[in-house]
C-alpha cells in the first residue's frame, strides 16, 4: 500500500523524511464578493462576471508522525527536526503536491512556527501551509491524456494551430479563473480576443495580454505560422 506524502519543492515528506501523515485538512478558501456600484444607479456591478469568482488564500494543515523516534537519539531527533525547517524554510513559496489529490499541485508558503508535541512514544510534527486559492493541473489542456481526464469536466481540444491567412477557434477553459497561457510562436501571429489585439514574432510568451476567461474564449488569429497555446485549469 502506498504512503501518503507530501511533495514540497522537490522534497518527499515519506521518502526524503520519513515523515508519516497521521492528520490532513485541506481548507477551502472564502469567497470575496467584489461589486462596484454603477454611479446614478441601483445596480451593482459584479467583477466575477469578468475575472471570475475571487476567492482568499487556502490553508492546508498536516500532521506527521516522525516515524520511529524512539530508535533515534536526542542528537539525531534534533538533526532530524533541524532538517525539516530548512526544508519548509518559512515564507518561501514552492508548488506542494499530495498524493491523496493526485494531477494537481498547490503554490504553498510555510507561516508561523512549527509545533512538536511528543504522544504516546511518538513525535508528532505540526505545519500549516498558506496557499493560492485554487489548485492547479499539473496536466497541459493541450495533453489529451487519459487517466488524468475529468470526464464530468474536461474538454478534449486543439491547441496547436497551422496558419495560413486567418482562423476564428473556441478555447475553453474548464477552470474557475481567467488564465493566462504559454503563446509559442513560429512566423508571425496577431491574436484577438475580448477586443485585445497582440502580434507575435517567432518565439514563447507568458507575459502577454492574452488570457483565457472561465468558459469558452472565441479567438481570431492571423498571418503565418504556428501559434500553440499551453495552459492549465485552476479549481477548487
Sequence with gaps: MEVRSIDFDGVNSWTDFKLMI??????YPKKNKATIQIPNSNIKYDYADVFGDLYEERTLEYNFYIVRPNALSVEELEYR?????NWLQP????????TAIPYYYFIAEVQ???DYTEENG?????????C???KIHAIDEGDD???PFEFDNDVAQELKFNIDGGITTHIYNTGLTIVKPRITVSGTATISL???DETFTQGSYTDTKIAFAKGDNIIVITGRGRVQFSFSKEVL
Design 194 to 196: 475580448n477586443g485585445i
Design 91 to 98: 515564507g518561501i513559496r514552492h508548488k506542494l503536491s499530495d
Design 112 to 114: 508561523g512556527d512549527y
Design 22 to 27: 497521521e492528520s490532513a485538512e485541506i481548507g
Design 81 to 85: 527536526k533541524s532538517q525539516i525547517a
Design 145 to 147: 491524456l487519459w487517466d
Design 122 to 130: 511518538y513525535s508528532i510534527f505540526k505545519v500549516k501551509f498558506t
Design 132 to 134: 493560492y486559492p485554487y
